[in-house]
């Protein structure tokens, strides 16, 4: 549906491509290659609040030296919030709770940032699994290529 590749650098652009189908999968590749985003039951429509529910979950690749292969991790809804989708006229967040942002994507979509969140008691998305510390602190990133997929 939307890719910053092949679209350019457009919040506009991927709201306009992203408002009528659900569910996505945003899919993200930060500066360090790390790649991860967030599965959205609903469309991206720009609202004062959060909307969404408990399908929505974050993702991240984790990169298995030894196996020489990559997994995927999913961090589901914990049910103690519903903050899921926040699609602000200047950036786009996905999970909450205490002030924080699961996964935190700017408006100019070139930087973001990951902070584990009540919504998914999810790990700082962007972090390298290999330093278990820095999967529980929050840590900004800057955006390779972003994509948007929808599915049926």
């Known amino acids: 549906m939307y890719s910053t590749e092949q679209h350019g650098i457009s ?5 306009d491509k992203c408002k009528t189908n659900a569910p996505l999968i945003i899919a993200i590749r930060d500066s360090n290659d790390a790649v991860f ?3 959205l039951n609903e469309p991206l429509v720009r609202k004062p609040t959060f909307y969404g529910n408990g399908t929505c979950f974050l993702w991240k690749t984790d990169f298995d030296a030894d196996k020489k292969n990559y997994s995927v991790k999913v961090f589901n809804h914990t049910k103690d919030d519903t903050y ?9 967040a996905v999970g909450g709770g205490e ?3 699961g996964l935190w994507i700017s408006s100019d979509l070139t930087n973001g940032h990951s902070q584990p969140c009540s ?8 972090a ?4 278990p510390d820095s999967l529980k602190s929050p ?4 955006i390779r290529c972003l994509e948007v997929w929808s599915f049926e």
Do not use: E, Q, R
């Open 99 to 101: 002030g924080v942002f």
């Open 119 to 126: 919504t998914f008691d999810n790990d700082t998305l962007s």
């Open 139 to 142: 840590a900004d990133f800057d």
């Open 11 to 15: 919040y506009k652009t991927m709201l």
């Open 37 to 39: 985003g967030a599965f």
């Open 128 to 131: 390298d699994s290999s330093s």
């Open 84 to 92: 899921f989708i926040l699609c602000h006229p200047d950036f786009l």
